[in-house]
């Protein structure tokens, strides 16, 4: 059936809304939408093939959406801005590849493989399980945010760290490195 | 007047759209040689249902209001059946054809008394900037057939029919009031509010009975997205220059060890002074 738009007036749109933001209040007749229940929050991350077990704070985006970088070199962090590991939809966690000084968290992630597996654990006591399918190196001067954080019909996780040569001029590394992962059947 | 312009600019859109959907397409990871179907369980008094595809179990235990995620199925023709949980007796038996690395909701639909599945082609296509993309599916039974969508109490979608589907339209992302109404009313026999994300596709089902089950709207994220742009600072360049400055975490852990011991030696004064 073809979509007829011919009303006019407007609903009420209220432009942009974040990911996770409150229901909006109902009219006096209207019942809020039934959503199906989303995942719990992430605690915890562990990949075997690298060793790495360790757990997992909350980060912020900004005001562009710009994701801004873990505070704890040794603590990655999941982005609230992103669905919840287990929800359709990519699951954003990034970690520190290096300090100053040297390896922080991440700094094995370029170790991984397609075919590892990545667990997450949840606030409910729960594990699920990511199969790693593709990794890749992409420029930070034009990150592909559509490939990265487009959306997908899957629960999915991106893994994000620095890669690439560091300039001192800028204080930045060329690239992020991504892992993607998908929910394992 | 956000319809009025989705409705000026559809024809455009529709063009964009289906450019986009070639850009974005999700990041196949399974088989290539696959489609993709989730079950959607909207019959009210129905009990929870197993489905299987060409006699293997696709989703076990689809209790009513849930819907699976997507699951890969063998393309071509296949023969869907749907039985109470743990039975082999069929409460639908149906051929359905699905190609390879399209989407599908198979919905289980109507009252138990007569139960019926019907499948839906799923279009994941990203909307524009800004835009959140959305679909009616009708399953409320004994609602108004066909029926009028309302949007902000203005149809949307007029004419769906009980069991049946519209096309997916983008709109733009924000809150909105979604109404079901018998076709030229404006007054919905039941309504519900919802918020739209910008850059996902959703799937607004009807369902209820108006009796046992509460009619009520149903959204569902086909697909979902990040709400974020660009990649995030996480080196300070110390595998490629070691000790090349000073490291803000140093002074944090100074800063913290300093208290540590400031706090002790206070408590030792503490102690000192007791005596």
């Known amino acids: 059936m073809a979509m007829a738009v011919s009303c006019g007036a407007a609903a009420a749109a209220q432009g942009a809304t974040a990911r996770r933001s409150p229901p909006p209040k109902p009219a006096p007749s209207a019942q809020p939408a039934i959503i199906p229940p989303t995942a719990a929050l992430p605690v915890r991350i562990q990949i075997p093939s690298i060793d790495l077990n360790t757990q997992l704070t909350q980060l912020a985006v900004n005001s562009t959406d710009q994701p801004s970088a873990p505070p704890n070199p040794w603590v990655p962090g999941w982005y609230p801005a992103s669905p919840a590991p287990g929800d359709v939809g990519p699951a954003i966690i990034a970690g520190h590849l290096d300090t100053y000084t040297g390896p922080a968290i991440f700094w094995r992630l370029s170790q991984v493989q397609v075919g590892d597996t990545i667990l997450i654990s949840r606030a409910d006591g729960t594990t699920i399980t990511f199969d790693v399918y593709r990794i890749q190196a992409v420029s930070q001067q034009n990150f592909p945010s559509q490939e990265v954080y487009g959306p997908t019909p899957f629960p999915e996780l991106r893994l994000l760290t620095c890669a690439g040569t560091w300039n001192s001029a800028i204080g930045k590394y060329s690239q992020n490195l991504v892992v993607f992962g998908r929910l394992s059947n | ?275």
């Open chain 2, 1 to 275: 007047m956000q319809w009025l312009r989705v409705l000026t600019v559809a024809p455009m859109l529709a063009a964009v759209s289906l450019l986009v959907s070639f850009a974005a397409q999700p990041l196949a990871a399974g088989a290539q040689s696959d489609a993709y179907v989730r079950v959607a369980a909207l019959s009210p008094d129905a009990p929870a249902v197993d489905v299987y595809v060409n006699g293997t179990k696709l989703v076990s235990a689809a209790a009513y209001k849930s819907v699976s995620d997507y699951l890969p199925v063998a393309v071509g023709s296949d023969q869907f059946k749907v039985t109470d949980v743990g039975s082999t007796k069929a409460l639908i038996n149906v051929s359905e054809t699905v190609n390879t690395d399209e989407y599908y909701t198979f919905g289980v639909l109507g009252p138990l008394s007569k139960i019926m599945g019907e499948i839906f082609q799923d279009d994941l296509g990203a909307p524009p900037s800004g835009d959140a993309k959305i679909r009616a599916i009708h399953a409320a039974v004994a609602a108004p057939s066909p029926a009028n969508i309302l949007a902000g109490g203005k149809p949307v979608f007029p004419g769906l029919a009980f069991e049946a589907a519209t096309q997916f339209a983008a709109v733009p992302a924000g809150s909105y009031t979604f109404g079901v109404a018998p076709m030229n009313s404006n007054t919905a026999a039941f309504s519900a509010t919802a918020t739209l994300v910008s850059g996902d596709v959703y799937t607004a089902f009807g369902i209820g009975n108006g009796a046992s089950a509460a009619y009520g709207l149903l959204l569902v994220n086909d697909s979902a997205g990040a709400s974020m742009s660009g990649g995030p600072g996480t080196g300070e360049g110390g595998l490629s220059i070691p000790n090349h400055g000073t490291s803000p975490f140093v002074p944090a852990a100074l800063a913290g060890v300093l208290l540590l011991a400031a706090g002790g030696l206070g408590l030792t004064q503490l102690r000192a002074r007791a005596r």
